[in-house]
C-alpha cells in the first residue's frame, strides 16, 4: 500500500511539473502573453541606396554591392509592439534618421566625375506586421526534482516583418562657401513644381531578441526600406540648361561638372526607372510592460514555490 501511495505521488509530482513545463512551449498561452505589450527604444546605422554615391560600378539597384560604407548614417528608433498571437505581432514606430550620399567616395569614373552630393534629415512612422517564426519563451522549472537538472529561464524570438510607414525627408547640399542649403526649393532639374517632402514607405526585414532578465530584452533588426520617391537625394531624370536657374547655387548644385564631356543639359542626371531605397541596422532594447511577477505573487497568496519564476 505504502509502495503504491509512492508511485501515486511520484505520478502526482510527475503531472504537476509537466503542467508547469507546459509553459516552456512556444504557443503557452502564459507564456507569450507575458509579452503582449512592450516598448522599445533603439540606435542604429543606415545605408542609401539611390543615384548618388555608391561603389565601384555603375549603381546597381536592390544591391548590397552598391553600398559606400563612407556616407553611413545614424538613427535613432522608438517603438511600442502590441503582440496578440503566439506567432504574430504588430510594431508601431518613429524613426529619426540622416542618410547621405556623395560621389567623390565612388570608383566609378562616370559618378565620380559628376561630383554630386546631399545629405538629409529623415523622420518616419511605420506600422508594421512580424511573423515570429521561431521562440523559446519559458519559466525555470517550479520543483527541484532529484537527478534532473534546473532549467534555467529563457526567452528567444528571431522573427521577419513587413509593413507601411511615411517618411519625411529634406535633401541638402554644401555650397562653395561651407554652407549646407536645402535642394528641394532650388528645383535642380528644372521642375515647373518641387517634389513632394513625404514618401510611402515599403519595410521589410528580419530581426532577433533575447532576454537579459525578467522585464528586459536586447536584439537588432536589419531591415530594407523601399520608398516611392526618386528624389530623396534630389537627383532623378536629367540636366536642365543652366539659363533656367536664378541664383548662383541653384546652378551650381544642378551641375557641378558643367562643362566635362556627358554632363550638358539632356544628360543623364540620374536613374529614373528606380526608386530610392535606404537600409537599417538598428540595436533595440525592450521594456516588458505586462510583465508579472508570478513569484511575488503566490508570495503575497502564501504561496512558496521552490523554484524561480521568471521570464
Same mark, same amino acid.
Given at each position: 500500500?505504502? !509502495?503504491?501511495?509512492?508511485?501515486?505521488?511520484?505520478?502526482?509530482?510527475?503531472?504537476?511539473?509537466?503542467?508547469?513545463?507546459?509553459?516552456? #512551449?512556444?504557443?503557452?498561452?502564459?507564456?507569450?502573453?507575458?509579452?503582449?505589450?512592450?516598448?522599445?527604444?533603439?540606435?542604429?546605422? &543606415?545605408?542609401?541606396?539611390? @543615384?548618388? +554615391?555608391?561603389?565601384?560600378?555603375?549603381?546597381?539597384?536592390?544591391?548590397?554591392?552598391?553600398?559606400?560604407? $563612407?556616407?553611413?548614417?545614424?538613427?535613432?528608433?522608438?517603438?511600442?509592439?502590441?503582440?496578440?498571437?503566439?506567432?504574430?505581432?504588430?510594431?508601431?514606430?518613429?524613426?529619426?534618421?540622416?542618410?547621405?550620399? @556623395?560621389?567623390?567616395?565612388?570608383?566609378?569614373?562616370?559618378?565620380?566625375? =559628376?561630383?554630386?552630393?546631399?545629405?538629409?534629415?529623415?523622420?518616419?512612422?511605420?506600422? =508594421?506586421?512580424?511573423? !515570429?517564426?521561431?521562440? *523559446?519563451?519559458?519559466? +525555470?522549472?517550479?520543483?527541484?526534482?532529484?537527478?534532473?537538472?534546473? #532549467?534555467?529561464?529563457?526567452?528567444?524570438?528571431?522573427?521577419?516583418?513587413?509593413?507601411?510607414?511615411?517618411?519625411?525627408?529634406?535633401?541638402?547640399?554644401?555650397?562653395?562657401?561651407? &554652407?549646407?542649403?536645402?535642394?528641394?526649393?532650388?528645383?535642380?532639374?528644372?521642375?515647373?513644381?518641387?517634389?513632394?517632402?513625404?514618401?510611402? *514607405?515599403?519595410?521589410?526585414?528580419?530581426?532577433?531578441?533575447? +532576454?537579459?532578465?525578467?522585464?528586459?530584452?536586447?536584439?537588432?533588426?536589419?531591415?530594407?526600406?523601399?520608398?516611392?520617391?526618386?528624389?530623396?537625394? @534630389?537627383?532623378?531624370?536629367?540636366?536642365?540648361? $543652366?539659363?533656367?536657374?536664378? *541664383?548662383?547655387?541653384?546652378?551650381?548644385?544642378?551641375?557641378?561638372?558643367?562643362? #566635362?564631356?556627358?554632363?550638358?543639359?539632356?544628360?543623364?542626371?540620374?536613374?529614373?526607372?528606380?526608386?530610392?531605397?535606404?537600409?537599417?541596422? #538598428?540595436?533595440?532594447?525592450?521594456?516588458?510592460? *505586462?510583465?508579472?511577477?508570478?513569484?511575488?505573487?503566490?508570495?503575497?497568496?502564501? !504561496?512558496? $514555490?521552490?523554484?524561480?519564476?521568471?521570464?
Amino acid at each position: 500500500m505504502k !509502495i503504491k501511495i509512492g508511485v501515486f505521488s511520484i505520478i502526482l509530482m510527475w503531472f504537476s511539473t509537466c503542467v508547469v513545463a507546459q509553459h516552456t #512551449n512556444f504557443n503557452s498561452q502564459s507564456n507569450w502573453s507575458l509579452n503582449k505589450k512592450e516598448l522599445q527604444i533603439g540606435l542604429g546605422a &543606415t545605408q542609401f541606396n539611390g @543615384d548618388l +554615391g555608391g561603389s565601384y560600378t555603375v549603381g546597381k539597384d536592390y544591391s548590397l554591392k552598391d553600398i559606400d560604407w $563612407p556616407s553611413t548614417g545614424f538613427a535613432g528608433w522608438l517603438g511600442y509592439r502590441q503582440r496578440f498571437h503566439p506567432y504574430f505581432a504588430t510594431t508601431t514606430s518613429l524613426c529619426v534618421f540622416n542618410l547621405k550620399g @556623395d560621389d567623390k567616395y565612388s570608383q566609378e569614373p562616370i559618378r565620380n566625375s =559628376r561630383d554630386l552630393h546631399f545629405r538629409s534629415l529623415n523622420i518616419e512612422v511605420q506600422q =508594421r506586421l512580424e511573423f !515570429i517564426f521561431f521562440a *523559446t519563451e519559458r519559466f +525555470g522549472s517550479r520543483f527541484n526534482l532529484p537527478g534532473k537538472k534546473h #532549467n534555467k529561464n529563457r526567452n528567444e524570438q528571431y522573427y521577419v516583418f513587413g509593413g507601411l510607414g511615411l517618411c519625411y525627408f529634406n535633401p541638402q547640399a554644401q555650397f562653395k562657401d561651407g &554652407t549646407w542649403m536645402n535642394l528641394r526649393p532650388m528645383k535642380t532639374e528644372g521642375q515647373e513644381k518641387a517634389y513632394s517632402p513625404i514618401t510611402l *514607405t515599403v519595410p521589410f526585414g528580419f530581426g532577433f531578441r533575447v +532576454g537579459v532578465g525578467r522585464v528586459w530584452r536586447v536584439g537588432a533588426e536589419i531591415a530594407y526600406v523601399k520608398t516611392f520617391s526618386d528624389y530623396m537625394d @534630389d537627383v532623378s531624370t536629367v540636366y536642365a540648361d $543652366p539659363a533656367s536657374f536664378s *541664383t548662383e547655387a541653384a546652378e551650381y548644385f544642378s551641375n557641378p561638372a558643367i562643362g #566635362n564631356p556627358g554632363f550638358d543639359p539632356g544628360y543623364q542626371r540620374g536613374d529614373s526607372k528606380h526608386k530610392d531605397a535606404y537600409y537599417h541596422l #538598428n540595436l533595440i532594447v525592450t521594456r516588458n510592460l *505586462t510583465f508579472k511577477d508570478y513569484g511575488r505573487q503566490r508570495s503575497r497568496n502564501g !504561496i512558496k $514555490p521552490r523554484g524561480r519564476y521568471k521570464v
